[in-house]
């Protein structure tokens, strides 16, 4: 079917509209995650980096929230959903680079309907959501520079500079880009070696992460000594792998994976297609290898680093946008359909796991998780995205007879003992009544939360305060807080029930009169 320029270029604007579209009727129906509300603790109290990540993530949100003045889930979830719309169109205008519009569309599609490209990072906010928009800007200039070098200038090489250390400032794995981009240079253009711009481009992304490493020599390198933890396990374990594997597999949606595969497997043909565009064919296949050299290195490390150490699916997730790219020529080649059935069927797997998602929730709630009364609810995964605004309206109300029964003052702090819940705590239920959150814990339970503490007033004697307890997350508040206070006792059980099913329970505690001051854990600014 022979479809113009033109009709491409309206395919992908429809294409953008109607996720974005999907994406904000879906803020409306789900609660933020674990990981979504703790990323606001960076916006409250920005800086150059943070215990976890680097900083852009915080400064996406307070962009969005419109500094702060407007907070609810979309404005939290905006910066992802507009990122991934200009990175889906990022992408096509590389596929078209690349061979064509309709290449640059495959792709497209592609990326929006990876689970992790979409959803994990195009929905919910995660330093990825950053991340990937400066990914695949960065891609697309190293795709410039090698088919159409005549056309790369300076400006270019200051972009790719920047985008790259933008890339670092939303999360690390941004200098892979380097990685794979040097890869690519020394092995396959040479030349370029001796281009004083290619030396500038770095320099500019050397400056862009003086911040990370300014803020981790104040800090005692602190981030890299918790990461480091994280890799420095010994031992070979098959299951971490396994995990690894499977995780994003199904984090890329499955179908999208095997469309990416097959062009692996068939990499005759997939060299023939970068091969079949008329002029410059060697330009072009100098292109796939450059592709390879982003995705192929990034993903076959963490399968490694699994080998040895429990891994997260989503980190090789940005390794797959340059094999939507080559995916996007290979069946623009080999299929005649605008859109080969199989991605067709990928994007009605996602459609189904996205209703099913949601009748789960909202219409045949089950308790997937622990039924045990100790831990009700435990990996039930409606309770990540269900049950906080019910349960602080209700915390509200218990708040305000403790104040009036003269059970409690005004103000009275929260404490917690770790990011999850403290993250949930401190944006559904604390902020909205001017309560304060006090970490009290060890700091690789705490993380921002050690930070947060030293801008604002901590215990004093004789002072009351509460506690929460998800029973998906449970705690031994006696074991946490005994020590600080003369009595630990329990104020209310607020059940979050759907549809008849009891889905977790949330404790509240009153701890009465603080006897011991909590040790600091960083000093006080």
Known sequence: ??????QYQKKIGWLILVTVVIKIILSSFLELGNDEVYYYTYAI??????????????WMIRLTSLNLHWVSTLSMRLGSILSAAIATFVIFETGTLLKNERAGYIAAVLYSLSIYTTIIAGLFVLPDSPQLLFFTLSIYLMVKMVVKPH??????????????GLATMSKVHGL????????FILFHHGKTLKDKNLYLAILISLICIIPILYWNIQNDFITYRYHSKRVMHTGISLDSFIQQVVGEFLYQNPLVYISCLIPLLQFKKLKASFLNMGNNDFLHLEALWLLMWLSMPLILI?????????????WTGPGFIALFLMAGVYWSSYSKKIVPNLIKWAGGLITILIAGFLLLVYVFPKQLGSKDQANLGEYNPINDVTGWRYFSAQFETLVQKDISEGKMKQGAPILTHKWFPGGHILFYTA??????????????????????????????IGQNAYTIVPSNLPANPEALYGAYFEKVELAATIPIVSKGVVLRDFYVYRLIKCKLIPIHILARK
């Open 45 to 58: 109290q920005p800086d150059w980096n943070h215990f976890d990540h680097p900083p852009m993530v915080g």
């Open 431 to 460: 902020q909205p009544l001017h309560m304060p959150v006090i970490g009290v814990g060890a700091l690789e339970d705490l993380h921002k939360f050690a930070w947060l503490n030293q801008t604002q007033a901590g215990l004093e």
């Open 1 to 6: 079917m022979n479809i113009s320029a033109a």
């Open 151 to 164: 056309l790369f200038k300076i400006r270019h090489w200051l972009l790719l500079g920047l985008f790259i």
């Open 302 to 314: 963490f399968w490694t680093l699994s080998l040895f150490n429990p891994t997260l699916p989503h």
């Open 176 to 183: 892979f880009l380097w990685a794979g981009f040097g890869a």
